[in-house]
C-alpha cells in the first residue's frame, strides 16, 4: 500500500498544476520553401521509404546546412579556434531566463543602438538570453527578408558588457546583409568574446504578452554536430509560473 498512495498522490498533482503553455518560436521546415544564404544547401526532405508502398517503416533523409532554418551560431562560425556547436555550454540553451526587446517598430535596414534597448538594461544579467523583436519574421519567404533591421556593433558590445551571452533574432543575421552579403561585424564581435547568437526565430511579438520580469524561460538546444560551427534547433518558449 505505501507504494500506491504516492503514486496516486502524484497523479493527483499533475491533475491539479495548471498547464503550461509551450511557443513554438520556431520557422517550419518545408522542403525547398526555407530561405538559404548564397552559397548555404536547400533545404530538402528525401523520402528514402513509406509504409503507404509497403515499405517495413517510413524513414526520410535530410538536405540541410549547419545554417538552415532557427538555428544557433557558435564562435567557431567566425572564429578558427572558437567553441564548436557541441561543445557550447548548454546552461545557457536551457530554461534561460529571457528577455524581449520589443523594436518592432524599426524599419528596413534600420540600426538596432543600445539607445533602442535603454529601458531593458536594468534586466540584462548573465545567464540572460536577450532576443531582439523586430517582427521581421512575417518576412520569411519573401524576397525582403534579407533587408531586416541590423545591431549596431556598439549596442552588441555595451550587451556583452552586461555579462548577455545568448542573443536571439527574428531575422536571418544581427548583421546588415547588403548586397555583398553579410557585414559579419556583430557576429565577430559577439562570436568572438564567446557568445552565442540565435537566427530566425519566428513569431517573438507573441513572447511580448506574456513577457514579465524573470518569469519567461527559453530553451534553444542545438543537435550536438561534433566540429560544427551550428546547428538547426527547436526554440521554445514558456512561462515558468503560468
Ligand atoms: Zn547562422
Known amino acids: ?129 536577450l532576443l531582439l523583436c523586430t517582427g521581421w519574421s512575417s518576412n520569411w519567404k519573401r524576397s525582403n527578408y534579407s533587408e531586416h533591421p541590423f545591431l549596431d556593433v556598439e549596442a552588441a558590445k555595451k550587451i556583452m558588457e552586461k555579462g548577455v551571452r545568448v542573443i536571439g533574432l527574428d531575422t536571418m543575421s544581427p548583421d546588415e546583409v547588403a548586397e555583398e552579403g553579410d557585414t559579419g561585424r556583430v557576429h565577430r564581435i559577439w562570436l568572438g568574446d564567446g557568445g552565442i547568437i540565435v537566427e530566425n526565430m519566428n513569431g517573438l511579438e507573441r513572447l511580448l504578452e506574456v513577457s514579465s520580469e524573470a518569469d519567461l524561460r527559453v530553451s534553444l538546444l542545438p543537435l550536438r554536430l561534433v566540429d560544427c560551427d551550428g546547428s538547426p534547433i527547436r526554440a521554445v518558449a514558456w512561462k515558468e509560473h503560468p
Open 1 to 129: 500500500m505505501g507504494e500506491i498512495i504516492p503514486a496516486q498522490a502524484a497523479l493527483q498533482q499533475s491533475n491539479d498544476s495548471p498547464k503550461r503553455t509551450i511557443i513554438d518560436l520556431t520557422h517550419p521546415l518545408v522542403s525547398s520553401e526555407v530561405p538559404a544564404c548564397d552559397g548555404h544547401p536547400k533545404y530538402a526532405v528525401h523520402c528514402l521509404s513509406h509504409l503507404s508502398r509497403g515499405d517495413v517503416a517510413t524513414c526520410h533523409s535530410l538536405t540541410m546546412g549547419t545554417h538552415t532554418g532557427t538555428h544557433v551560431d557558435a564562435p567557431y562560425h567566425f572564429v578558427e579556434d572558437g567553441i564548436t556547436v557541441d561543445k557550447l555550454d548548454l546552461t545557457l540553451l536551457t530554461a534561460a531566463p529571457a528577455v524581449v526587446a520589443d523594436l518592432r517598430w524599426k524599419k528596413a535596414r534600420e540600426p538596432i543602438r543600445w539607445e533602442d534597448l535603454g529601458k531593458y538594461e536594468n534586466q540584462l544579467r548573465d545567464g540572460v538570453a
